[in-house]
Each structure stands twice: as structure tokens, then as C-alpha cells.
């Protein structure tokens, strides 16, 4: 069963339309990012898959139920969402106490997850006074709490040093492993592009792309780069053939339209010399920035 | 629905303001119960001194009240609604198990500061040779009382809470309505035996059973039953309106 189901899912706020007919799923196993530049509407889809906020038209499912209507919903989807959500007077032990009673599960379990999060140590002072870090691992720690078969994070990379956003994909890894399905929402796209199987992006509420990501690499811009002593010769051949073949200041050529498969059996069926032949790509930020239109400088 | 109460007595109890809600309270009714019946002038002719003593133990309504507003505010104020909506997606659940945890605390208040109140009031008269005027059956009467007021009042604030979600609105707009709302309305000719009948102070003062500042005032029980309404048609309204609001923050 799809794990995440989104269909055709619209919220306006007044006037302004944050989700317009977004659809995307995500299977068990998968780890699926979810990208769009700040105010794509990225929150408000997962809070309406959280049943957090209720859409004007559309359904978002989990395991094919509405969130409210999950039997055990600690023990199907654990969330992070972007955000302090700690009383800031209670400690984050407290904090995890409270919502694990409220699951029924164990304080055993919040002390092993404490653990997990390395905030053992930190868990008995007051949260007023975490780092956005802490409450980064602290909200990780709560998601945990039922072992849940499906995973929810906003943001997660948030607010972490690169030690522990590299401890995070790593995790992350590990739980798709073990046949979880990861939603992973962020604006960063490096930083999901180093995790994710594929990526949903959106902008302006709406998908632009669902894709695996290195499909998406090759759709956008990218081509088969071939270089060598008789580049130039392969590239009349080419274009004689019909193919779209552009050169480069170095006499390499650029081909647009045709496999490296296709473009070695011409190289072996004609005999000329190549030293170079593979694959390029158009760097993720630049297809990000294609498919999202987005030009507003760095967010 | 058990875990989900078990959930929201741990969150009441692990935050300081509770306490020093719970600790403040107790600390003024009994500086003033010492006060007032050590210095308090009796007139032979009255009656039940006691009485008048033990109402200062309905100070604790209030406190119940934003203590009540706090059980569901608080959790609006910090975003900690979320994470608790994930774990109890329901929300009519989630506010009953609000209200039964404002009920049990408020209780427990009004039924401890009336306890104090008692202990400190009816010894201390009975040392300047006052007769008290009351039997231990009109202690009992009174101490109940005030615990039911006390839950009541807690449980039109986890109402009035869900209602506005906004904490600082919540409290202000309460304590605004019994300090200055009602006085202003009591100066309206024959309307303050309305207020102090039928309105929520007077339903409360009703239900504490001392009627020694309100003389007007329903009997304890239909006293009861009106404050209890009250709280019914808070909550209700809280829900139907936390219901159908998108949780942002």
C-alpha cells in the first residue's frame, strides 16, 4: 500500500492560494524529498497531511486514511515539524513524558530516544534554553516515539551543524532501509539531493515534478558529453544522423538527443578515436532554479 | 481517553506555573483567614461569624478559572498543540481530556484552600472565645462547595480557552468580565440581584454555599446546576470551534 497519498489537494488562506491541486505519493522504502522555495507551500501540505489543517478540496492519506481516522497514529506516522512546539519551561524529558503518556507508550522508550538524540544530557534542564539543534533532535525523538512505519520531517536539516545533518541522512538511510517511508520537506535542495530517492518539487502550491532524482538530472539540460582526437568528425556523423549535437571551446560536443549507447555503436561502426564519453548534468541548484522559476536570490 | 488525561495531568504538573498558581493562592487565603479572624470584629448578635470566614476560601474560583484557561491556551501560546494533536489526533478528545484535568485540578484547589481556609479560621475564633456558629456538617457543606465551584469555574476556563486560544485574551477578557464587566452592569437599577442570581459569579458563590456575600443567591444545589450549565456551554462552544480551526503554529 502507498505509504503517503496526496491527491489533488488545494487550501486557500483568504485570498491567497497556498496548495493548488498538488498530488504526489510516496511508497514504503522510499525516501522522498519534498522541495520548493520558502512559501511554496510545503508546511501547509504536510499539516494538511497531519490533519493539522483542513483542505478545501482534495484528500491526503496515510496508509490510505485520513490522519484523525488512523487507529494507532503514533504507531503509523511520527512527524517533525518546523519549529520551537516546546513550552519553554518544562524540560525536554517532561516534554517527551507528556506526549509518550499520551501515546501509552513507556518513559523507558523517552529515556532510549533521549539516547538516540544524544540530549541524555540536556534532558533535564528547562527547554526555554535549548539550541534550535536540541529542539531539532528533541522533535526527532518525539516522532520516534511509537516506531512509527512512516516518517514526516519539515525542515529537519534545520538549525543542525554538518555533523549532525550528516548523523540525520544517515539515519534517515537506515529507516527507509528498514522499509520506512521518509517525507522529507526542505528548501535546500543539496540537502536532500544526497538522500533522497526522489523528489517532489512545488512551487506556488503547485508540483512542478515528482521524479527520481537522477531522471530529473538528465531531463533538465543534461546530454552526453564526448571528447577525443575525432570529436569533430563524430559530431558531423552525429548531426548528419539528426541528432542535436553541440561543441564547446574544446572541441567537445555536447549531444543532446542520443544515448552513449547509441553514440558508441556509431564511434565502433565508423572507427574514430574518442578518449571521452559519459554523462553530464545540469547541477542540481540549476534545475532547481528552472523548475521553480525561482530567481529571488538565496533562501 | 485514558492516556489522553494521563497525558494532560503530566503537562499540568510539570509546568511551574501551576504551582505558583496553586502555591499563591493557598499562601493569600491564608494570610487573610489569619488576618480577618484574629482581627475580625464580632458583634454578639451575629449569628455565624464562621460563615462570613470561610467565603475567603472562594478565592480559589478564580485561580481554578485561569487555571483552566491556562490547560488549553498554554499549549496554543508555545505550539506544543501540535505535537499533542499528533498524538491524539481528535480534538474533542483532546479538549474533554483538557476539561476532566481542569475539573480534578480545580477541585483539588478549591477543596484544599477551603481546607486551609477552615483550619486556620476555626481554631483561631475559637481562641478569642467567638462562637463560630457553624456545625462540622456546614464545614463540609462549604468545603465541598467551593471544590465544585472551583472544578466549575476551571472548566468554563478550558472552554473560554479553546474559544480564543489566545492566553493574554483569555485571561484578561475573565478577569475583566468579574472585575469590571459585572460591577459596571450591577449599577444598572434592579439589575444587580440579576447578576448576582443568575451570572457565573453569583451561580459560583451559590455553589460555594456560604451566601455570606450574597444573600440573594440561588440555594447551593440549583446553584450548582446553573455554574455547571455554564461550564457546559463553554465547552461546548470551545469544541465546535477548535473543531473546525487550522492548526498552524
Known amino acids: 500500500m502507498t505509504a503517503i497519498d496526496v491527491q489533488r489537494l488545494s487550501k486557500r488562506f483568504g485570498p491567497t492560494v497556498a496548495v493548488d491541486d498538488l498530488s504526489f505519493s510516496v511508497d514504503p522504502g522510499r525516501i522522498v524529498g519534498f522541495l520548493g522555495p520558502n512559501g511554496a507551500g510545503k508546511t501547509t501540505t504536510l499539516r494538511m497531511l497531519l490533519g493539522l489543517i483542513a483542505p ?25 515539524l518546523d519549529g520551537g512546539m516546546l513550552h519553554p519551561g518544562r524540560s525536554g524529558r517532561n516534554h517527551l513524558r507528556s506526549l509518550a503518556r499520551g501515546a501509552g507508550v513507556s518513559d523507558a522508550r523517552a529515556a532510549e530516544l533521549l539516547e538516540l538524540v544524544a540530549l541524555t544530557g540536556a534532558a533535564d534542564r528547562r527547554a526555554g534554553g535549548y539550541s534550535l539543534g536540541m529542539r531539532q533532535r528533541l522533535g526527532l525523538a518525539a516522532a520516534l516515539l511509537g516506531d512509527p512505519r512512516v516518517l514526516v520531517l519539515d525542515e529537519p536539516a534545520n538549525g543542525l551543524d554538518p555533523q549532525g545533518i550528516r548523523w540525520l541522512r544517515d539515519f534517515l538511510r537506515a529507516l527507509a532501509a528498514e522499509g520506512r517511508a521518509v517525507l522529507v520537506s526542505s528548501h ?3 540537502e536532500v539531493g544526497q538522500t533522497a530517492d526522489e523528489v517532489v518539487v512545488i512551487t ?11 531522471e530529473l538530472t538528465a531531463r533538465a539540460g543534461g ?3 564526448v571528447a577525443g582526437p575525432d570529436a569533430a568528425r563524430l559530431g558531423e556523423l552525429l548531426r548528419a544522423d539528426g541528432a ?3 561543441q564547446d571551446a574544446d572541441g567537445a560536443l555536447l549531444v543532446r538527443d542520443r544515448t552513449g549507447e547509441q553514440i558508441g555503436r556509431l564511434v565502433a561502426a565508423e572507427g574514430v578515436v574518442i578518449s571521452e564519453l559519459g554523462p553530464v548534468g545540469s547541477s ?4 532547481f532554479f528552472e523548475l521553480t522559476g525561482s530567481s529571488e536570490g538565496p533562501s | 481517553m485514558s492516556h489522553a488525561i494521563a497525558a494532560e495531568l503530566f503537562k499540568l504538573r510539570t509546568t511551574r506555573t501551576t504551582w505558583a498558581i496553586s502555591l499563591g493562592i493557598l499562601a493569600l487565603v491564608a494570610v487573610i483567614s489569619v488576618v480577618a479572624a484574629l482581627a475580625g470584629d464580632y458583634d454578639a448578635d451575629d449569628e455565624s461569624p464562621a460563615v462570613d470566614l470561610l467565603a475567603i476560601g472562594e478565592l480559589s474560583q478564580v485561580f481554578g478559572l485561569v487555571l483552566g484557561i491556562l490547560v488549553v491556551a498554554t499549549e496554543f501560546r508555545h505550539g506544543t498543540i501540535t505535537p499533542s494533536l499528533l498524538v491524539v489526533p481528535d480534538r474533542v478528545r483532546l479538549v474533554l481530556a483538557k476539561l476532566a484535568v481542569g475539573l480534578i485540578g480545580g477541585f483539588l484547589l478549591g477543596l484544599i484552600v477551603s481546607l486551609v481556609c477552615a483550619a486556620l479560621v476555626l481554631p483561631l475564633l475559637g481562641t478569642r472565645d467567638v462562637a463560630t456558629g457553624v456545625d462540622a456538617g456546614d464545614v463540609a457543606r462549604i468545603v465541598a462547595g467551593n471544590a465544585v465551584a472551583t472544578a466549575l469555574f476551571a472548566g468554563i476556563g478550558v472552554g473560554l480557552g479553546a474559544l480564543l486560544r489566545n492566553q493574554v485574551a483569555a485571561i484578561v477578557g475573565a478577569l475583566g468580565y468579574l472585575f469590571v464587566v459585572e460591577p ?12 448576582s442570581r443568575w451570572f457565573p459569579s453569583g451561580a459560583a458563590d451559590a455553589t460555594g454555599g456560604g451566601g455570606a456575600f450574597n444573600p440573594n443567591g440561588l440555594d447551593q444545589v440549583p446553584g450548582g446546576l446553573l455554574l455547571a450549565a455554564y461550564t457546559g456551554l463553554f465547552v461546548v462552544a470551545g469544541l465546535l470551534l477548535v473543531r473546525r480551526k487550522d492548526v498552524s503554529a
Open chain 1, 188 to 190: 535546500v535542495l543539496a
Open chain 1, 204 to 214: 506556488h502550491g503547485r508540483s512542478v515534478a515528482q521524479a527520481p532524482l537522477d
Open chain 1, 284 to 287: 542540481l541548484e540549476e534545475i
Open chain 2, 184 to 195: 459596571l452592569l450591577g449599577i444598572i437599577p434592579g439589575f444587580s440581584d440579576v447578576i
Open chain 1, 56 to 80: 478545501n478540496t482534495g484528500t491526503a492519506t496515510v496508509e490510505g486514511k485520513p490522519y484523525a481516522e488512523l487507529d494507532d497514529p503514533v504507531r503509523t506516522v511520527g512527524a517533525v
Open chain 1, 244 to 246: 542535436e549535437v553541440a
Open chain 1, 223 to 225: 546530454g552526453t558529453r
